[in-house]
């Protein structure tokens, strides 16, 4: 670890000790400007972080720390082309992807950007055609439902984008198929008529197992209706490896390319987006990437203390390396973000869940939390007891629209909104046993009983949440929110010393369910497997045989 990082580390962790903020009530208390200067903003995008224990100190000595890891400089090599994915030799530039016309992003020298915009028109004239009816199935009618086909990072993103912005949705229905599991293709194919149904085929690498056998059974649908030729007219596909989407035999103006600078859960800004075009139509996607250009514009340009990715991230590092945290939640009281956890945690995990630095030596000190949530209020009706009252403090991360789409029921946004406010009021106020005892006694309870029932009834409190507001779930805000995400990421895998944009933790699995299906089959003995696997393959094959 570099000299200044661990000098900064050390700082902060004295710091916690002795001088950070430990009675939150207290700090609001005594300073009626907390809740303004532990805030920052863009647009009408807030957000509130004066309920993490922290103090001008904090923030300074965090400030140093994105210092001594070259935060900013290692974001200007990755918004300049630089190849920062050192494991893999390549440039990380999905800023690229939501870039205008105007820019101009180089890597190897050449410019990137009208690449970007040829493939986002050719994708707006495909997903225009659907949308209008002009583009249609074999039989000549057009579709009224569109299968997207992906796993991972060709699924997640464009599955929580597309329920995030129903509001905007007014494109043919959509249907995404990710897992293995026959039941899924099943499930989403039973009830659709292949002559009006398009399936979209995205992978970047076109060889995740996945979603070539599932391509397979969508392709068997379609052929076993239609015959053979209509794969042509319903069939497109989202890809790097064009040479091998070229192998399935699709129509080429179908195909859809993006590059290999492009993470694959990085990659919603893409081609990989183009179930959600369809689904909301080209202009709002426009906004959309437009929300998250302002992110970038924000995060290349505003000052450590006021830049909403730097502060997201170096909060993140507060209460992960500082305060040790394990894990953070993320709690959208929104319904629409349901699947917003679940994107974040690939977006998260898979960049951040590694134990070796970029170079190649044991991390120092711990990697990224875990991330988990669910929506609220649902999540108060079923884990939110724990985030109160249990023995692990975990951070919470809110985020509430000022306003829902739906007007006529603003009486319930008003609801949804008090919800909000009050739990991270309640993880930050906590209620003392005095408290506890008093609100017994003067409830009826005798003096034994409220004695009894007050350790029960007390809250710790101390319990740090960060709430982020914005007006309205738009495509832009949608997209300035996924951003905002993004770069945070970013920041905290700088601290961490860790190259964020590899994912090799994820093959060693691949490989043993390669290796095992012979096994599973009862077409291999499995010489080489553990006794434990092999044991758990042969009950399973028995059953199978039954
Ligand atoms: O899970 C590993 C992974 O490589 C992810 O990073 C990626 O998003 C996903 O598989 C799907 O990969 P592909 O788009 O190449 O099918």
Redesign the pocket.
Known sequence: MNPALQTALSELKSHHTDAAVKDLRAAFAADPGRATRFAAGLDDLRMDYSKCAVNDETMRLLAELAASSKVEARRDAMFAGEAINSTEGRSVLHTALRAGKDADIRVDGESVVPGVHAVLDAMAAFAEGVRGGTLCGATGKPFTDVVNI?????DLGPVMATLALAPYHDGPRLHFVSNVDGAHITDTLSGLDPETTLIIIA???FT?IE?MTNAATAREFIVSQLGEAAVAKHFAAVSTALDKVAAFGLNETRVFGFWDWVG??YSLWSAIGLPLMIAIGSEAFGEFLAGARAMDTHFKNAPVAENLPILLGLLGIWHRLICNHPSRAIIPYEQRLSRFPAYLQQLDM?SNGKSVGIDGQPLETASGPIVWGEPGTNGQHAFFQLLHQGSDVIPVEFMIAANGHETQLAHQHELLIANCLAQSEALMRGRTTQEAHAQLISAGASEAEAARLAPHKTFSGNRPSITIVYDRLTPFALGRLIALYEHRVFVEAQVFGINAFD?WG?ELGKELATALLPVVKGESTGEGHDASTLSLAKTILAMREK
Do not use: H, M
Request: aromatic fraction near 0%; charge should be positive.
């Open positions: 992906g796993i991972g990072g060709s992978s970047k690498t995740t979603t694959g859960r898979e994912q994820v």
